[in-house]
């Protein structure tokens, strides 16, 4: 994928790119949906820059439409969640801990 | 042809008036309850609204509020009531799927508040309705467990991505159901089946334990068949929770007594704003005569119609589909295959990253797929500024807009969707086609503003709804409008499954 800064986002977007993206938002895509996909996030891409035809140079960005900073609530200590209530939904446990697949893949291991 | 199934008197009653009847021990909950479990189990293989039917708690939440009665204890406005809620909402012990494989199964160990609100009113949950997957979709064809129908036309979409939820009212399964609004979740499926359906103030009401799909904008709120019964339901899931911080410190508006004041019919010294960038771009004629007539109707009623401009209203589609994929692509980062929900291709010899790439692409269905990578896109670096950036900007104009709109008219009036029900397939081809239909529902949500689709008539035979938008906090002037409204254009019966 291209970085060049402020780009006016008006070009479309290549099966490459389309993969980029996939890998980056870990999602084994096949080679069938590539296809599918480029085409789509095409159109949509085309159809949301327009974004761009707005002069919006000074205003101030909103992330969020409720005004609120810094909440904290009392603290008190509540009840959480048992050990075991937390775990009852995981695909693989051991000894009372998320069992995740190895790290590191075969070339980073080190043996 | 199946038998047709007619809905027995309690399942045509409003929630109000089963509620009345349950506090009075005509009826007991028990009863409510069976009547609309058989009438689910008599409709639902035609209609498939649900994808849980929790007989067992129902029928003991039921119990509960029975031996209540018998004891002397006072009772919620709603309790005995039955209630259809939307798969996003965790619910402690039953399956939680939000229309996601990804999800199948997963039982959460705790209710969201909303949940937990409509438990400790008495209501009876009874069970978990369809949706487009993690709530992205307007037709529910995007649910990983097949669409549902729409009760007026089992060949057409009921709306998405809350369309189980709104069938089920259409289809007399349930008197009050729940949904989350996210770009139109709520009133878009409310518009197509005839039904009420109400987006709160975001803030108002509380997003713990709602799965999070775009959270600056996903609101839940309540879908009733009557305004009267949307404001019962809201006055009951609404108000500050310590559990969300983006939750309003502040007194919920008084939703019902304004719908009871709109249900007079007196809508003398209201100025309502008809929006014209939310008018006749897009949307079929048949819906906007329908419109046409309602705006006439409020006439009558004594409000002045006034003409506003929202002149940003034209981006807020195109910035939509920049924000919402954008924070979905971070929000949805939590299906990792770790804690919760399905793990595919952990055979030992993969390591994490691949087994969570694998547990994605099988999890994960096309339109999930496609607006986390359009998420990622707008997001990535060199291209931020212009597009995630621009459409925080635009986001802001179109608040101003708003604000302005608001220094003009009480509350906006628009059409709630730009089409009536479309067939399943039409617009599953092209996804740009799907976005459009929450084309009039997208601005409140980037507002956070509050807004309720209520029906107003047919269009070929098929529901059309109207929208009227409030400020923030202001709930209430949008519900005496809509009651209003309702006093003198009743919804649509639905025709018999």
Not at chain 2, 83 to 90: E, G, L, S, Y
Request: proline residues 8%; contains cysteine; aromatic residues 6%.
């Amino acid at each position: 994928m291209s970085h060049q800064t402020d780009r006016p986002p008006a070009a479309g977007i290549s099966r490459a790119e389309v993969a980029h993206l996939a890998r980056l938002a870990r999602l084994a895509v096949t080679e069938a949906e590539l296809d599918t996909f480029a085409g789509q996030l095409d159109v949509i891409l085309q159809a949301v820059a327009r974004v761009g035809e707005v002069a919006a140079g000074d205003i101030p960005p909103t992330s969020h439409a409720v005004p609120l900073t810094n909440v904290l609530r009392e603290d008190e200590p509540i009840q959480c969640l048992p050990r075991d209530e937390a775990l009852a939904g995981a695909p693989d446990t051991v000894e009372g801990r998320f069992r995740v697949p190895r790290i590191l893949s075969d070339e980073e291991d080190p043996g | 042809m199946a038998e047709r199934a007619e809905p027995t008197e309690l399942t045509r009653m409003t929630a109000t008036g089963i509620a009345g009847l349950v506090a009075a021990g005509e009826v007991s909950a028990v009863e409510v309850a069976r009547a609309h479990l058989d009438r689910i189990a008599a409709t639902d293989q035609r209609v498939h609204a649900f994808l849980q039917v929790d007989t067992e708690g129902a029928t003991a939440a039921a119990a509960a509020v029975d031996a209540a009665r018998a004891a002397g204890a006072p009772l919620s406005p709603l309790a005995g009531v039955p209630v259809a809620v939307k798969d996003v909402f965790a619910t402690r012990g039953l399956p939680t799927t939000c229309g996601s494989k990804i999800l199948e199964g997963w039982r959460p160990p705790y209710d969201a508040t909303t949940v937990a609100r409509l438990r400790a009113a008495g209501l009876v949950v009874l069970g978990k309705t369809n949706m487009d997957e993690f709530a992205m979709g307007s037709s529910t064809e995007y649910s990983a467990y097949g669409p549902t129908r729409n009760p007026w036309d089992l060949a057409r979409i009921p709306g998405g991505s809350g369309g189980g939820s709104s069938a089920s009212l259409a289809a007399f399964q349930a008197p009050l159901a729940i949904g989350s609004d996210t770009g139109g979740s709520i009133r878009q499926p409310g518009a197509v089946t005839g039904t009420v359906g109400v987006k709160p103030t975001y803030g108002g009401t509380s997003r713990y334990g709602l799965v999070a799909f775009s959270s600056s904008l996903d609101t839940p709120g309540p879908c009733a068949r009557t305004v009267a019964d949307a404001a019962a339901l809201h006055a009951v899931i609404a108000g500050h929770d310590p559990g969300d911080s983006t939750s309003i410190p502040q007194p919920v508006p008084d939703v019902v007594a304004a719908a009871a004041r709109g249900a007079t019919g007196d809508l003398a010294g209201v100025r309502l704003g008809l929006v014209r960038e939310l008018a006749g771009e897009g949307a079929e004629p048949g819906v906007m005569a329908a419109f046409r007539e309602a705006v006439d109707a409020l006439t009558k009623l004594g409000a002045e119609v006034v003409e506003v401009s929202c002149p940003h209203f034209g981006y807020a589609l195109p910035a939509y589909y920049l924000i919402a994929p954008s924070e979905c692509s971070s929000n949805l980062a939590r299906f990792d295959g770790v804690r919760y929900g399905l793990r595919t291709g952990d055979d030992g010899t993969r390591a994490l990253e691949e087994v969570m790439s694998l547990t994605r692409e099988a999890g994960f269905g096309p339109e999930v797929k496609r607006r986390i990578m359009l998420g990622t896109y707008a997001l990535s670096s060199g291209y931020y500024d212009a597009y995630y950036g621009q459409a925080q900007k635009v986001r802001t104009l179109i608040a101003r807009d708003f604000t302005a709109a608001f220094a003009q008219a009480d509350a906006l009036i628009s059409p709630t969707t730009p089409f009536v029900a479309f067939r399943f397939g039409e617009r599953t081809a092209d996804p740009y086609q799907m976005y459009l239909a929450d084309l009039y529902t997208i601005p409140a949500n980037l507002a956070g503003t509050p807004a309720i689709s209520v029906p107003c008539g047919l269009s070929g035979g098929m529901p059309v709804g109207l929208q009227v938008m409030a400020p923030a906090m202001a709930d209430d002037r949008m519900y005496r409008v809509a009651a209003a409204l309702e006093s003198v254009l009743p919804a649509p019966a639905p025709p018999q499954l």
